[in-house]
């Protein structure tokens, strides 16, 4: 039996993340902020478990790792979904709310961190021995034509960069980390469905999977940073 772990799955790509991984025969957990999706209980009655965690709060990333581990023996592939995107226009000549920042970063930085750092003892465990961390374009410091989305594009390169830092290590016991940019996703990040997006969450999810499960990449001594469809970006 395989084991997987995915965040966000309140809607959106999450929740295709975990619908996908259910048809390819995972056991999966997936964990929600908020809404928790009961029609994946129905479509795969005994092969998901519905949590609700917080991947911005100590606490409640210490009481899903005890609720997963009850659940589960191992994990063989953990998805750090969950994120936030916070203001985006303001311009470094406008009023920006660092309130605002630290949330962000706090959630799609350090929250990914504080999910990997308490599941990796059953990662280890498994035999995949996988992470992925949804990244984005817009934590590539090499490529950034920005002029605001502080938090975000801030909290992203800072994604990346505790990404590599686990692959350093996790590397050495066979494991091995990717750093995943979704594409443009239509979603409800902005607080409304963005129609402006190029791709639906269906088709990221299984580009992601693909890449991710059916790529031919080996444990290699960098991680990889790519978008859906395997492309590899510049960090």
């Not at 009655?45 to 009850?70: A, F, N, W």
């Not at 660092?98 to 949330?103: D, I, L, N, S, V």
């Not at 390169?157 to 290590?169: D, E, K, P, S, T």
Request: charge should be negative.
């Amino acid at each position: 039996m395989k084991y997987a772990m995915v965040t966000g799955c309140d809607h959106g790509l999450g929740l295709h993340l975990a619908r996908e991984l259910l048809k390819r025969g995972y056991h999966t957990i997936a964990c929600c902020l908020r809404d928790l999706p009961g029609e994946l209980e129905e479509e795969h009655p005994g092969s998901v478990h519905l949590l609700r965690l917080d991947i911005g709060s100590d606490e409640s990333v210490k009481r899903t790792r005890d609720s997963v581990g009850r659940i589960v023996p191992k994990l063989d592939l953990l998805i750090n979904n969950a994120g936030i995107l916070g203001e985006m226009e303001a311009g470094p000549d406008e009023p920006l709310d660092f309130e605002m920042m630290q949330r962000v970063i706090n959630v799609n930085a350090l929250g990914t961190l504080r999910v990997t750092a308490a599941m990796l003892p059953l990662l280890r465990l498994g035999a995949e021995k996988t992470i992925v961390n949804i990244s984005s374009e817009a934590g590539s410091i090499q490529d950034c034509e920005r002029t605001g989305w502080f938090g975000y594009c801030m909290s992203k390169a800072a994604n990346n960069m505790q990404g590599a830092l686990i692959h350093n290590a996790f590397r050495l016991e066979g494991g091995r980390v990717y750093q995943i940019h979704p594409g443009h996703v239509s979603t409800y990040m902005r607080g409304h469905l963005d129609t402006t997006a190029k791709i639906t969450p269906a088709e990221s999810a299984a580009g992601i999977l693909k890449t991710v499960l059916d790529g031919s990449y080996a444990v290699s001594e960098r991680p990889l940073y790519l978008d859906y469809a395997g492309k590899e970006l510049h960090w």
